[in-house]
């Protein structure tokens, strides 16, 4: 009896093991393939000491190294001190594109601005940091 049972066991195992080699393809998912992708020249922007009331710009820039057009929705920024402007046309592959950041500080302090994109990339949103501090009167 111990013999069979041994027998039937070894047999159920090797069918499964035979039942597990079956060639599956999978093909990838369309949005895994052909998405557009930000690379950036950087993320982040540090204006040291700046003057209060006085409005200053960084353009942030980046390419599209994906394998359809960047489309960049929206553009938010942390604060009604700091302005957004964008590309606002689709951005082709190997295009450039720019998110510009003009801030205006009213009051003396140290500051960090966050500048939230959306687009139509594999992650969706992308943020973007201004820095600095602010002063009444910057020294040469």
């Keep these: 009896m111990k013999k069979i049972t041994l027998t039937l066991f070894s047999l159920l195992l090797v069918a499964s093991v035979f039942a597990q080699e079956k060639d599956v393809k999978v093909k990838p998912s369309k949005a895994l393939v052909d998405q557009p992708v930000f690379s950036w020249t950087s993320t982040q922007h540090d204006f040291g000491k700046i003057k209060v009331g006085v409005p200053v710009t960084h353009e942030f820039t980046f390419t599209n190294t994906g394998d359809v057009p960047l489309i960049i929705s929206t553009v938010q920024a942390s604060c009604g001190c700091t302005v957004a402007d964008y590309s606002k046309d ?51």
Excluded at 95 to 103: E, L, P, S, V, W
Excluded at 107 to 124: C, I, Q, Y
């Design 90 to 140: 689709p951005i082709a592959p190997k295009g450039k594109g720019f998110i510009k950041a003009t801030f205006n500080a009213a009051s003396v302090g140290v500051f960090s601005k966050t500048l939230t994109v959306n687009a139509n990339t594999e992650e969706g949103v992308v943020y973007l940091t201004i820095k600095g501090e602010v002063v009444q009167n910057v020294m040469p």
